[in-house]
């Protein structure tokens, strides 16, 4: 697909993703693609813009304030870090191992809605990119999020009766596993891994997000509850309320913040988050009866 604009809204953002540049073609065949939407007669709210770079980004006048390494066993090897000075701040995304691509390095204005991607890298007649390439997307969807009232969390989500349930926990504790026994039962699931998550007046929605490995129609819902899971012999449910939900549910979210004020702000935004929501804490074997038994607290 060689079309140089592709429109998305991803968490309830719209984003006009967009190059004029002759050596860059916009992969629109990834997972992004399922994002995409009419253009609509306002402006988006945030403008991708994709430039190629002969050379690596001159960032002498930022200072470096956060960096990030690869954790998991990854196919492709890469490290990132945030950059910032009083006017912008920068997602820096070094690839080691990319076939195509060395380094991008996104750049917004603090006054401008515009986010500029400079893209250096290798290529034959053109650059095919991912618009919203892994872990670049990730880290650009957390602080769009971050700066529209919403935040990102580990965790799965289902369906029931039009309103989304959210499991969390530690990783490889069972949120995949309990998204597919709801999915046997016959209820939808949102996302089995990164959930968008935004305090929008009377209500908490949440949204799947895009993932780097798989496709997945956008879906949103009413989040009404939150269950942190626990691997246990026995199936339970132990409601949460007040500082031990907020606490227990804190430690789930992505949290790449790079100044005092962004903390502060996510902090805020979890506490609202959790005042208008119910928090279980839950400890299940992998079988149906878990699912019956989460069914049963709403009668």
């Known amino acids: 697909m060689n079309d140089a604009n592709l429109y998305v809204n991803i968490s309830g953002i719209n984003i006009l993703i967009s190059t004029k540049s002759k050596f860059i073609q916009l992969d629109l065949s990834c ?29 002498t006048s930022y200072q470096r304030v956060f960096s990030g390494n690869l954790t998991t066993e990854e196919f492709l090897k890469y490290k990132w870090h945030i950059f910032k000075n009083k006017e912008s701040v920068v997602i820096k995304i070094d690839y080691e191992n990319h076939p195509a691509i060395d380094e991008i390095v996104a750049v917004k204005n603090n006054n401008s809605n515009t986010v500029n991607a400079y893209v250096k890298g290798t290529f034959h007649n053109k ?43 530690i990783s490889g504790i069972g949120k995949s596993t309990m998204a597919r026994l709801w999915h046997q039962a016959g209820h939808t699931v949102i996302n089995d891994d990164r959930l968008a998550i935004r305090n929008i007046g009377d209500h908490i929605k949440v949204y799947n997000t895009p993932m780097p490995y798989y496709t997945q129609k956008p879906i949103e819902s009413t989040l009404t509850k939150i269950f942190i899971l626990k691997q246990h012999p026995n199936n339970y449910i132990k409601p949460l309320s007040g500082v031990h939900a907020f606490t227990k549910v804190l430690s789930n979210f992505i949290q790449q913040f790079y100044e005092q004020g962004m903390i502060q702000n996510h902090l805020d935004i979890v506490e609202s988050i959790i005042n208008k929501i119910k928090v279980y804490e839950v400890g299940f074997k992998p079988d149906g009866e878990i699912v019956k038994l989460i069914k049963e607290l709403d009668y």
Do not use: Q, R
Not at 46 to 56: A, K, M, T, V
């Open 127 to 169: 650059l095919i990119v991912d618009p919203y390439s892994h872990p670049f997307g990730a880290l650009l969807s957390l602080y769009l999020l971050h700066w529209n009232n919403g935040v990102l969390i580990h965790a799965s989500c289902i369906i029931n009766n039009d309103e989304a349930y959210a499991f969390t926990g």
């Open 31 to 59: 997972s992004i693609s399922a994002y995409s939407k009419v253009f609509p007669n306002h402006a988006p709210d945030y403008h991708l813009n994709y430039h190629y770079s002969e050379d690596s980004y001159n960032l």
